[in-house]
């Protein structure tokens, strides 16, 4: 079965960065697109973030582009967030999906940025 296993998430002060990590088994995680979500507190569930399995293409909501890197380590079957530049509105649980299996959803892990 497909797993997913966020981490690195935390307090942060606005302007800071962090870096997530998403550990994934129970599929060819090389073969893959992956993604990145995050939802706040009373609201949808978004999307921040994808990389292609073939090609490495990415794409980024608006609201974080030029400040947030999506990355993979097919070797480590880990996919990565690097988050920059940090603002309080990026509070909020971020987990990683893979599109293709559209019910897996890791647990998630909690960013606060400060205000």
């Known amino acids: 079965q497909v797993q997913l296993v966020e981490s690195g998430g935390g307090l942060v002060q606005p302007g800071g960065s962090l870096r997530l990590s998403c550990a994934a088994s129970?599929?060819?995680?090389?073969?893959?697109?992956m993604s990145w979500y995050r939802q706040a507190p009373g609201k949808t569930r978004e999307l921040v973030a994808g990389?292609?399995?073939?090609?490495?293409?990415?794409n980024y909501a608006d609201s974080v582009k030029g400040r947030f890197t999506i990355s993979r380590d097919n070797t480590k079957n880990t996919l990565y967030l690097q988050m920059n530049s940090l603002k309080p509105e990026d509070t909020a649980v971020y987990y990683c999906?893979?599109?293709?299996?559209?019910?897996?959803w890791g647990q998630g892990t909690q960013v606060t940025v400060s205000s």
């Open positions: 999906h893979v599109p293709a299996f559209s019910t897996s």
């Open positions: 990389i292609s399995s073939i090609t490495g293409s990415t």
């Open positions: 129970g599929f060819t995680f090389s073969r893959y697109a």
